[in-house]
């Protein structure tokens, strides 16, 4: 069946290196949200903080990532830093390029969560004699994280898409898999679609686990 | 509203950091590269760092001294950073491999029958298989690392991999900014047209879109003709094929020897004309900084001709190709 | 601006169980948010075992007054003093000067995540470092004084206002404070909840507890109190006990503060 030019045994037959593609895009995304979730709490506290040495830091670098495109960053990871003696490998220059891009936006999801939370419960738990972290670790960040979890999530799925950006580095994930396809077959209506096709098989499961967890949690309130 | 910033659990974050720094180390193997050591290095100075500011500062609780702290922290880092920065410096320009017991190659893997990248993942091709054996005579295992064709000198000359081996002319040009090996292959460009087209030279291209690869020979020679209405340069050889198939591009001007393969590939869609338009040779590139593995790469170059297998290699992948 | 200080006049509060020391002590004391002063000369002393009730028109600075007592705001001038301490000395550990003081909030503020006996037992474990179980049996027995031991394991949204309140009462009162700041606790509940609560805060001052309330509940103040204060546009204008300032008030405007309530 060869529906709209869509090549199903082409399909078919590339579809183990597609996936094998689709395995490093995940590993891809996992690390780099993960690193980037820690950078991001982090830098979130430091934004609402009121020492300077802290807010003004982070509103730097939250301010450089958003006002900059990903691939921009990723190709300053990877062939600019060489210029400071920090000569990456791929792999490594792509992780590091995700999780610091999606670090400053996890930071303002921190942000936001926690600052919508009122003010009256930090104030209860600073009279009750509870210091900043205290309070951040036992009543503000365990409330704020019925806002952060679902953006977290958002923001994971939003990062899977982004990563294939770190194709212009050569590195084999999803999207070079295509490419790397159609350059042999010179068919590139197939393996793009194929391609497409993945992407929506992650994000729309992961995406549907999202609108359920935040309708869970809308219930409890 | 008032909060003073308690950093009293140092061992916590402590923790959490060296599992950071591990978890980085440790992912795959492709992780382990000069980042290693500078990792090490850093490791063990933060937590030493950490573990001082905690048992020094564990009394002080108010506002004046936690200024002091935070300075104490910020002049830590600092030198973390800088000692991270400096041996990096010293790193990466010297002689060093760029992985130790590796023969770290760089090359556009898009360009059959010299590197492709097979289904499974790996790199096929005239330059891996001669790649390889280069890397058996130095003593050292092969490892290819792709990566686009129009920055190779540039992450070559910064340290992304040992040596360059990527269909490259030697050029007067590029004999500025890299050493080239002695000559390893002798090539030229040619033309490929769509099969239906009646362009048989350079001369017919009056007015013509031509597609080549960015900062290939075909992209300078391209470049040199006058009446052709555009150039489009493309990051990938077959990109530029993948235009023609569609009517973007009347004409490629690339290597003779590559151009070949992808027309027999979908020879209905494609014929080569005007072949030899140059003549050019391939060599390998190394940075100008190791003239070492230069001497070393052209003994075992001349001791591959001489003993038979370079004849192999090219038996297998230029006259027999098949990337099946 | 006449301020009525009651020079030469020593109040004696009604429970003997002071030495006479003040355990809180106001000096000169003026804050501001930017450019408007709320508090603008504050002098006041507050004896151990006493109960004080503070009135006064929104915007008089009363909130704010109880607010720098435990540092919550920050003063620009003048010196506090919490049981011979001043609060903003550098040896001063702020976190135990809050273990000293407690405060209940108009909006109650409990944890919401958190069930009721956690929300009590979270500071005694976490700043005092009491022992669990121990934290866990105080904290019943201060539940049941307040009647509300059966819904130690609910959560707060469970409960109706007055219940919160009197939870955060007992979650302020499981540190043990040696005051106790209440800044206008019922005036967010529905009227048949007040009761509830009020009854629970004349328990504790029975029990001899400081305590310090902003409220708007006169029987309150007239029961309880040993000693009312009235303010207005930052500053104390007159001082008394709680007879003396309904019956004759002898300021103008505590008069005519006290003639629109009653």
Known sequence: MVGLGFQIDLFVRILPELLRGAAITIQLT???????????????????????????????????????????????????????????????????ALSINSGAYIAEIFKAGIKSIKKGQTEASISLGLNYIQTMRYVILPQATRNILP??????????????????????????????????????????????????CITIPLSRAVQYIEKRWEILD | ??????????????????????????LTYEFRNIMYHKIQIAKHLLVIAITFLHTSTRKYETEVLEMKRIGQISIVLLLILA??????CTGTKSKKLVEEGYLTIGTEAQYPPFE?????????????????????????????????????IASLNSGKFDVAMSAMTITEDRQKTVNFSDPYFDAGLSMAVPINSNKQTVNDLNGAIIGVQLGTTGDIYASELKNVKEIKRYAHTPDAFLDMKNGKVDAVINDDVVN????????????????????????????????????????????????????????????????? | MIKNKTIGKKLSPINNNSNGQPIIKMTNVKKSFGDLVVLKDINLEIKKGEVLVVLGPSGSGKSTLIRCINRLEKIEEGEIMVDGMDIYSPDMDIHKLRTKVGMVFQQFNLFPHMKVLDNIILSPLKVKK????????????????????????????ELSGGQQQRVAIARALAMNPDVMLFDEVTSALDPELVKGVLETMKELAKMGMTMIVVTHEMGFAKEVADRVIFMDEGYIIEENEPKEIFKNPQNPRTQAFISKIL
Request: proline share 4%.
């Open chain 1, 30 to 96: 996992a690390f780099s949200v993960a690193i980037g979730t820690l950078i991001g709490l982090f830098m979130g506290i430091a934004r609402i903080s009121h020492y300077k040495i802290f807010s003004v830091p982070s509103a730097l670098y939250v301010e450089f990532i958003r006002g900059t495109p990903l691939l921009v960053q990723i190709m300053i990871v990877y062939y600019g830093l060489p210029a400071l003696g920090l000569n990456l490998d791929q792999y490594t220059s792509g992780i590091l």
């Open chain 2, 260 to 324: 070949k393969p992808i027309v027999a590939s979908d020879p209905t869609s494609f014929k080569v004309v005007s072949s030899l338009l140059t003549v050019e040779q391939y060599g390998v590139a190394i940075s100008k900084e190791n003239e070492d593995l230069l001497l070393k790469i052209n003994a075992a170059l001349k001791k591959l001709k001489e003993n038979g297998t370079y004849d192999q290699i090219y038996d297998q992948y230029i006259v027999n190709w098949s990337d099946e």
């Open chain 2, 116 to 152: 492709i990248i097979k289904p499974d993942g790996s790199f096929y091709g005239f330059d891996i298989a001669l790649g390889e054996a280069l890397a058996k005579e130095l003593g050292l295992k092969p490892k290819f690392v792709d990566t686009d064709f129009a920055s190779i």
């Open chain 3, 130 to 157: 009491i022992p669990k179980d121990q934290a866990k049996k105080e904290a019943l027995e201060l539940l049941k004084k307040i009647g509300l031991d059966d819904k130690s394991n609910s959560y707060p949204h």
């Open chain 2, 83 to 88: 000692v991270v920065a400096a041996s990096g």
């Open chain 1, 151 to 200: 953006a977290l999530g958002n923001e994971f799925i939003a990062l899977l898409k982004d990563s294939s950006l770190v194709s212009i580095i050569a590195i084999s994930e999803l999207l070079r898999r295509g490419m790397i396809v159609y350059s042999r077959t010179y068919d590139a209506w197939t393996p793009l679609l194929g391609v497409a096709l993945i992407y929506l």
């Open chain 2, 1 to 26: 509203m008032y909060y003073t910033f308690n950093m009293g659990h140092y061992s916590d974050s402590s923790c959490f950091f060296a599992i950071f720094l591990f978890c980085i180390n440790n």
